[in-house]
């Protein structure tokens, strides 16, 4: 549920941070896809909105790049899931995004918050 006062983010917002979300999430430990798009819209308070039809290809890009894993197991409800696993590449590719994110929020922040002289 979006926030009262904003609407949430638009998908194309989302393209090209996506990867770093999903990677982000699954540091805290194995999720599901529900539970992945829960917890960024929580964390995010219901802010930025994850849908399936980009989180599901967001997911198996991630897989076949060696960042995450993926084994079926039974879900909150006794469902079969898919839970997905930070590897140790994606904890390093992780590093690396967050890094690339802080210096291109700040490259950002420049732009849109000059320093006056």
């Known amino acids: ?8 983010l638009e998908a194309d917002l989302l393209q090209g941070t996506l990867d770093l979300l999903i990677l982000q999430t699954l540091l805290l430990g ?10 960024i819209e929580h964390r ?7 849908e399936h039809g980009s989180l599901y ?13 993926s084994a079926w197991g039974p879900s909150e409800n006794n469902r079969k899931a898919r839970f ?3 590897t ?4 390093k590719q992780l590093t690396r995004q967050t890094s690339r994110w802080d210096e291109l929020v ?12």
């Open 1 to 8: 549920m979006p926030k009262r006062d904003a609407p949430p």
């Open 30 to 39: 194995p999720a599901h896809g529900h539970t992945i798009a829960h917890v």
């Open 44 to 50: 995010s308070d219901e802010v930025l909105q994850v």
């Open 57 to 69: 290809p967001a997911l198996h890009r991630l897989q076949n790049r060696g960042w995450i894993s």
């Open 84 to 86: 997905y696993r930070l």
């Open 88 to 91: 140790a590449a994606g904890r």
């Open 106 to 117: 700040r490259a950002v922040n420049r732009v849109l918050k000059p320093v006056r002289e």
